[in-house]
């Protein structure tokens, strides 16, 4: 079993930033299993933010999102995090930490763990 711990959502001004936390724990976790961030807002499909293997290797949604955010982990702690810079109302979802992808970094079927979400609200 693996738990995710998601942290550090908040409210925020456009153009602001946040930065999320993910700690990964249990006897299942693997120091080689690839982690990343899905966001949901109220009444939208949810979708895919960035990912990043345990060597370093990242994959963002796109050109938008890679410019103004930033994926790491640090497998040490086993640790996630997503520095977000340059926040804007369309941002405002809830943020959901994930590990262990089986298949495409942007399928969230392919993820076997998921965390229960932290919510980063932007205001305009």
């Known amino acids: 079993q693996v738990q995710l711990v998601e942290s550090g959502g908040g409210l925020v001004p456009a153009g602001g930033s946040l930065r999320l936390s993910c700690v990964a724990s249990?006897?299942?976790?693997?120091?080689?299993?690839?982690m990343g961030w899905f966001r949901q807002a109220p009444g939208k499909e949810r979708e895919f933010v960035a990912a990043?293997?345990?060597?370093?290797?990242?994959?963002y949604s796109g050109d938008s999102v890679k410019g103004r955010f930033t994926i790491s982990r640090d497998n040490a702690m086993n640790t996630l995090y997503l520095q977000m810079n340059s926040l804007k109302p369309e941002d405002t979802a809830v943020y959901y930490c994930?590990?262990?992808?089986?298949?495409?970094?942007?399928?969230?079927?392919?993820?076997?763990?998921w965390g229960q979400g932290t919510q980063v609200t932007v205001s305009s």
């Open positions: 994930v590990a262990g992808a089986y298949g495409s970094s942007t399928d969230s079927s392919s993820y076997a763990y």
């Open positions: 249990g006897r299942s976790f693997s120091v080689r299993s690839k």
């Open positions: 990043i293997s345990w060597v370093g290797s990242v994959t």
